[in-house]
């Protein structure tokens, strides 16, 4: 496990790791808001005192596969104040899907770099190798899922 003094740098996803689009509604969860007519965007539990305590760390920078409007809406819903919000648009297109290249949006990966992801495999295979990674299961709206508090115990 990387200490958090060690980390300069901060790539972090949001869909599956810090929120949930659910098709249809999930009232014992945390809405944060509607996008468009057909989808609702859950919180993670404690996902907005993990997305402050992440940028209490380091520079941090959202990186998401989903489009800008939805990501700066969730970033917004969050509260929290990333350096910049790299989206789809950023992301390198493999046949039908995307990947994540830090170096792609003109960063580079070290051993300080922290990826905070539920899907290393979006990333290259050389950046998830050099990187710290954070890698919270995939949350796909479970009500009692306690993931991000038990790893912000090793946050402080
Ligand atoms: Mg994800």
Redesign the pocket.
Same mark, same amino acid.
């Given at each position: 496990m990387f200490k958090p003094e060690s980390i300069d740098l901060i790539f972090l996803?949001?869909?599956? @790791?810090l929120i949930f689009g659910s098709y249809k509604e999930l009232p014992e969860l945390n809405l944060m808001f509607k996008y468009g007519s057909w989808l609702w965007v859950y919180e993670r539990p404690g996902a907005i005192d993990f997305a402050r305590r992440v940028c209490q760390i380091a520079p941090t920078f959202v990186y @998401?596969?989903a489009m800008k409007d939805y990501a700066t809406q969730a970033v917004s819903e969050l509260a929290f104040k990333p350096q910049n919000i790299f989206t789809r648009e950023n992301c390198l297109r493999v046949g039908d899907a995307y990947r994540k290249s830090a170096k792609h949006v003109g960063h580079k990966v070290t051993c300080s770099t922290l990826i905070v992801?539920?899907?290393p495999e979006?990333w290259s295979v050389e950046e998830i190798e050099t990187c710290s990674l954070l890698a919270p299961k995939?949350w796909m709206g479970e009500y009692d899922d306690s993931v991000l508090y038990e790893v912000m115990s090793h946050l402080r």
């Open positions: 996803d949001l869909d599956h @790791t @998401t596969t992801d539920d899907s979006v995939r």
